[in-house]
């Protein structure tokens, strides 16, 4: 595997990481709620962890053209999806000025965000689309590692933008509680719609 296609695969990759989605939601979510964007974004980056070894063990093509398996995997991650986001649309996050909100353990909070991310057939697709596409069965690593390596590129990646998101958020939106409330709501609505949209593609197909 050359340089150049890491190259071309990071900068495909951080597209996809800066378009706005669940990831993104949650990531605010925690900058609203004090000291927990931490344990969330590594929950985040766990569940692409997940997806990418799952990628790389060959299961990945298995259970796509399994459509039982998707399909429940489908409805799970939108359930999943539909809670949270009802629950941040009905209860926004209020931050006050000099507190943290401490609700929450951060263990709460990295499996949710495990949840978020690994349930999510999007980003399971997402891999099991892209990630073959730039590995070489010419190349000395074999294809598994090559797979493993660009996933650890790619979850690199969203941790960084991730830890801007949720950290951006608190910096901004922690003396504005109206703001925060607002925007709190708009991401339970995100969420809403993944969710949705998830759920017709499913029906759809």
Sequence with gaps: ???????????????????PGADWAYAISAGL??????????????????ATLVVAAGVGGI???????????????????LWLGFNMFAHPSIPQAGEDQHSDSAA??????????????K????????????????????MPLQIIALGLVHTFSCGVVYLL???GS???????????QWVSRVSGVAMIIIALVLLIEQALS
């Design 108 to 121: 709460r909070w990295a499996l949710k965000g495990l949840c978020v991310s690994g349930l999510n057939p």
């Design 33 to 50: 709620h004090g000291r927990v964007v931490i344990p969330a974004v590594v929950g985040l980056l766990m569940g692409h962890l997940i």
């Design 123 to 142: 980003v399971f697709l997402l891999f099991l689309a892209l990630l073959p596409q730039f590995t070489s069965p010419a190349a000395s690593w074999p």
């Design 63 to 81: 259970v796509a053209s399994t459509p039982f398996a998707l399909t429940v995997l489908t409805v799970a991650g939108a359930a999943y999806l």
């Design 1 to 19: 595997m050359t340089l150049s296609m890491f190259a071309a695969f990071w900068a495909v990759s951080l597209l996809f990481v800066i378009t």
């Design 165 to 167: 998101v949720g950290y």
């Design 170 to 180: 608190r910096a901004v939106l922690h003396t504005r509680p109206a703001a925060a």
